[in-house]
């Protein structure tokens, strides 16, 4: 047990700052509403991640099931979860200096973002499996579909260029994950 706590409390520390970094990032809309401008895809997946976030640091609590630790589970995990800090800093850079703006920046940065999330999606299926093997048989069919779907679409991503298709995307990401997430864990 005293494993668990120390894990949770790294993954609560690195998935709060991936968080308190999309929020820093957002408000500046608020504090500065003329001096960025908002890009409606961009701030979707904004959303869309901030949903993978609090996915993923309710779906640890499924940790608890690991009753033996290795430096191995625990390095993973923590790779892992730096993984969406990633994303989140690439949503939201430092500077847009050489950018037009959200729209002009998230055009020339899609690919490293789908590139991460594509390798955010094959960390699930590990971080799954390290809950135990009864674990990783038990998620049903659709986990896999899910995961094998949202790579497909990751890479597609990464080759078009078109926004209507980037716009839908997005908009079919978060529906999809919304609706898992309720059906999941709203399930008595």
């Given at each position: 047990?005293?494993?668990?706590?120390?894990?949770?409390?790294?993954?609560?520390?690195?998935?709060?700052?991936?968080l308190?970094?999309l929020?820093r990032?957002?408000?500046?809309?608020?504090?500065?509403?003329?001096?960025?401008?908002?890009?409606?895809?961009?701030?979707?997946?904004?959303?869309?991640v901030?949903?993978?976030?609090?996915?993923?640091?309710?779906?640890?609590?499924?940790?608890?099931?690991?009753?033996?630790?290795?430096f191995?589970?625990?390095?993973?995990?923590?790779?892992?979860?730096?993984?969406?800090?990633?994303?989140?800093?690439?949503?939201?850079?430092?500077?847009?200096?050489?950018?037009?703006?959200?729209?002009?920046?998230?055009?020339?940065?899609?690919?490293?973002?789908?590139?991460?999330?594509?390798?955010?999606?094959?960390?699930?299926?590990?971080?799954?499996?390290?809950?135990?093997?009864?674990?990783?048989?038990?998620?049903?069919n659709?986990?896999?579909?899910?995961?094998?779907?949202?790579?497909?679409?990751?890479?597609?991503?990464?080759?078009?260029?078109?926004?209507?298709?980037?716009?839908?995307?997005?908009?079919?990401?978060?529906?999809?994950?919304?609706?898992?997430?309720?059906?999941?864990?709203?399930?008595?």
């Amino acid at each position: 047990m005293e494993e668990l706590t120390h894990i949770k409390s790294i993954i609560g520390i690195i998935l709060g700052l991936s968080l308190t970094h999309l929020i820093r990032g957002s408000v500046i809309f608020i504090h500065h509403p003329g001096r960025k401008k908002i890009y409606f895809v961009h701030s979707l997946w904004v959303f869309y991640v901030f949903l993978l976030i609090i996915h993923f640091w309710w779906w640890e609590f499924n940790l608890k099931l690991i009753h033996e630790w290795y430096f191995a589970d625990y390095f993973f995990i923590i790779c892992y979860i730096l993984i969406y800090y990633l994303l989140c800093a690439i949503l939201y850079p430092d500077d847009l200096a050489d950018y037009t703006g959200y729209e002009d920046y998230f055009y020339s940065r899609k690919n490293w973002f789908f590139a991460i999330l594509t390798i955010s999606f094959g960390a699930d299926i590990i971080d799954t499996a390290i809950k135990g093997g009864n674990y990783f048989l038990y998620n049903q069919n659709e986990y896999f579909v899910r995961i094998i779907i949202h790579i497909i679409l990751c890479l597609v991503a990464i080759k078009v260029h078109n926004k209507a298709f980037h716009t839908v995307l997005v908009i079919i990401f978060i529906v999809y994950e919304l609706s898992y997430i309720l059906r999941l864990f709203n399930v008595e």
